[in-house]
C-alpha cells in the first residue's frame, strides 16, 4: 500500500508539474510573441526583469549573461509551480481551478506592482495592455488545466505506457540521487 501511494504521489507530482510547465510556455509565448506585433503588449519579461533586480538589490550581484538569462528561466519556474496548483479532485474542478489561477495572477500583474515599487507600466500602459495581461495569465491556467486532465485522463494504452515509463525513470533517478547522499 505505501509504495502504492509513493508512486501515486509520484505520478501526481510529474503531471501537475507538466501540466504547469505547458502553462508557463503557453503565457510566455504569447508574452514574447505579442510583444513583437504590438506596442501596447504587457512587458512581462521587463516585470520579471524589475522584479528580479530589485529582489537582488540593484541587481549588482548577477553578470550580465545571468541577468538576460534568469528572468525567463525564473519566470518559467515561478510560473509553472504556481500553474501546477490547478490540479483538481475533478476535471470541472482542475480547468475551475486553472482559470481562477490565471485571473488571479492576472489581477495581481496589474495591481501589485505599484504596491511592491515596481514599475506600472509594463501592465498597465493601456487598457488593451491590461486586457492582454489578464487574458495571457488566464490562457496559461487553462493550458495547465487541460494538460494536467489530458495526462490524468488519458484512455490510450500506449500513452500510459509512456507515462509510466516516465515515472520509472524519475523514481530512479530520485532514488539513486538519494543513495548518493545518503
Do not use: C
Amino acid at each position: 500500500m505505501r509504495k502504492n501511494a509513493y508512486n501515486n504521489s509520484i505520478s501526481m507530482k510529474l503531471t501537475t508539474t507538466l501540466g504547469g510547465l505547458a502553462g508557463a510556455v503557453a503565457l510566455t509565448l504569447l508574452n514574447e510573441s505579442a510583444r513583437k506585433v504590438t506596442v501596447n503588449a504587457p512587458r512581462l519579461d521587463l516585470l520579471g526583469e524589475n522584479a528580479l533586480a530589485k529582489l537582488m538589490k540593484g541587481g549588482d550581484l548577477l553578470p550580465s549573461t545571468a541577468k538576460r538569462f534568469f528572468p525567463l528561466a525564473g519566470d518559467l519556474m515561478t510560473n509553472t509551480f504556481y500553474y501546477a496548483m490547478a490540479k483538481g479532485s475533478t476535471r470541472s474542478n482542475t480547468v475551475s481551478r486553472g482559470a481562477l489561477l490565471g485571473l488571479a495572477a492576472g489581477i495581481g500583474a496589474l495591481v501589485l506592482p505599484g504596491k511592491l515599487g515596481l514599475p506600472e507600466q509594463h501592465t498597465n500602459r493601456t487598457t488593451s495592455t491590461q486586457a492582454m495581461t489578464i487574458a495571457w495569465y488566464l490562457v496559461g491556467g487553462l493550458v495547465a488545466a487541460a494538460v494536467i486532465n489530458l495526462i490524468d485522463n488519458d484512455p490510450v494504452p500506449s500513452n500510459r505506457a509512456v507515462r509510466s515509463g516516465a515515472m520509472n525513470v524519475a523514481k530512479k533517478v530520485i532514488n539513486d540521487q538519494l543513495q548518493r547522499a545518503i
